[in-house]
Nanobody, 116 residues
Framework: QVQLVESGGGLVQPGGSLRLSCAAS????????MGWYRQAAGKERELVAT???????NYADSVKGRFTISRGNAKNTVYLQMNSLKSEDTAVYYC??????????WGQGTQVTVSS
């Protein structure tokens, strides 16, 4: 049973920062990519950022320069540092562990709300 435990979401004012964390537990032997996705109300889930085991990163254009994804020192951990937050960043953020096209895992999601 693989579980992803997320934390760090909440309410923040525009221009503020939040740091999301995700730790995976269970029978995980190989993870090719870890990442963060988000889904705003009424919209499709979209990629925010990904990082491979080798450290290669990829970001959505909308968050480049503002968000940073990183792997933790502990195995199977990933973080998302979010700076200069905008109201458009409001969404439920999901941690993802990708093993292959037919096998991946998702966290339960954590709400991020950016509002004055």
């Amino acid at each position: 049973q693989v579980q992803l435990v997320e934390s760090g979401g909440g309410l923040v004012q525009p221009g503020g920062s939040l740091r999301l964390s995700c730790a995976a537990s269970g029978s995980i032997f190989t993870i090719n990519v870890m990442g963060w996705y988000r889904q705003a109300a009424g919209k499709e889930r979209e990629l925010v950022a990904t990082i491979t085991n080798g450290g290669r990163t990829n970001y959505a254009d909308s968050v480049k320069g503002r968000f940073t994804i990183s792997r933790g020192n502990a195995k199977n951990t990933v973080y998302l540092q979010m700076n200069s937050l905008k109201s458009e960043d409001t969404a439920v953020y999901y941690c993802n562990l990708y093993i292959r096209a037919t096998l991946d895992y998702w966290g339960q999601g954590t709400q991020v709300t950016v509002s004055s």
